[in-house]
């Protein structure tokens, strides 16, 4: 399912747009809030950006959301669990719930949230299923795949730094298993990024 960008563009025009409550425009970054902040229970407009969400016990990430988006929208789902990466930097605004309840309901945007809402869940509970593969050679087959799949992770992103970000393994544990994949030609890495991909084996 790809990202509904019509629709949050059309419920952010609207708020930002609207007289009837301030929408104050701030940024956030790692070094201007305490460290392990919750994302509370206000609904979050990003604007542009990134925000990260870690599990707050493990520092698992859960997932990197990029602007424009609209988070929080079902009360509790994120606020107790998870909080924010301090590599996370986005500019944002935030709305008390009942407010912005209120306007959706006043402007008739409910069919809109229910495709971004349609959108957050498989999105979400796609990364809940990665964070329950039990073995480290899961974890980096997964996104092995996941970066093999994307023209822009290929030339983009570190094989290596690109997994141990998002799970908090070591990079030792990391760089072992590409080593032995590349080792028995499943793979090709050049400085660091994925070149080519075989079908990989299912147990390590």
């Not at 399912?1 to 609207?18: A, D, G, R, Y």
């Amino acid at each position: 399912m790809e990202k509904p960008h019509q629709q949050i563009n059309t419920v952010m025009t609207t708020l930002i747009t609207s007289t009837a409550f301030p929408s104050d425009i701030y940024s956030f970054s790692a070094h201007a809030v305490r460290e392990g902040q919750h994302i509370g229970d206000n609904v979050f407009i990003i604007i542009e950006g990134k925000m990260s969400l870690r599990n707050q016990h493990n520092q698992l990430l859960l997932v990197d959301v990029y602007g424009p988006y609209i988070l929080n929208l079902i009360p509790d789902i994120l606020s107790r669990t998870y909080i924010i990466g301090e590599e996370s930097q986005f500019s944002y605004i935030s709305y008390p719930r009942n407010v912005f309840y209120s306007h959706i309901d006043h402007h008739n945007l409910w069919p809109e949230i229910f495709d971004i809402l349609s959108y957050s869940s498989i999105h979400l509970g796609e990364q809940l299923e990665i964070m329950k593969l039990r073995s480290l050679y899961e974890v980096v087959k997964y996104y092995l795949i996941k970066i093999n799949d994307s023209d822009v992770l290929r030339d983009r992103e570190n094989i290596c730094n690109y997994i141990t970000s998002r799970t908090g393994y070591s990079k030792s544990g990391v760089m072992t298993i590409l080593k032995e994949l590349k080792k028995g030609g499943y793979l090709g890495i050049a400085n660091g990024k994925l070149r080519w991909l075989k079908t990989l084996p299912l147990k390590f």
